[in-house]
């Protein structure tokens, strides 16, 4: 099976390097994150909302507090094989009984990354993008 991405999700988050992350809410009860990304009063805003969670890591330097981050590279990929090798490599700590890191390959996730002013690491189930479309009339 071979998994891509559509072309217009493709570009949107190339785009996200001229944006800045202004938002981040965490929805404890369903377990997904929703990202807000903003292009400036001249462009339009993108969210980026990731569910059932499986791994969700957030750096940043302690005295950056203005509460908006710069983009610098964003990625969002499926995966195919359920998460094993990219859990690996994060240091997910759920592990199987025989020790091996616990991966979902029965079910469809994706990774996605986000570096910049902040960096995040999240392995997810779905996700949605929405993008802001300005309204043209007068």
């Known amino acids: ?21 202004i938002g981040i809410d965490f929805d404890s009860t369903n377990l997904g994150v929703r990202l ?6 001249e ?7 990731l569910f059932q969670l499986v791994h969700f890591t957030i750096s940043k330097e ?5 509460g908006c981050f710069f983009v610098g590279e964003v ?8 998460g094993a090798k990219i859990l690996s490599s994060l240091l997910y700590p759920l ?5 091996n890191v616990a991966s979902y390959p ?6 996605f990354h986000l ?18 479309v300005e309204n043209s009339f007068s």
């Open 75 to 82: 990625t969002l990929n499926p995966l195919k094989d359920g």
């Open 106 to 111: 029965e079910r469809q996730m994706f990774h």
């Open 115 to 132: 570096e910049g002013g902040i960096c995040i690491e999240a392995v997810c189930g779905a996700y949605q993008i929405f993008q802001q």
């Open 1 to 21: 099976m071979n998994l891509t991405l559509a072309p217009k999700i493709e570009s949107l988050l190339q785009n996200l390097d001229k944006s800045q992350l």
């Open 43 to 49: 462009g339009g805003d993108i969210i980026v909302q």
């Open 62 to 66: 302690p005295d950056d507090n203005d």
């Open 95 to 99: 592990k199987e009984k025989n020790g």
């Open 36 to 41: 807000e990304f903003t292009f400036g009063p």
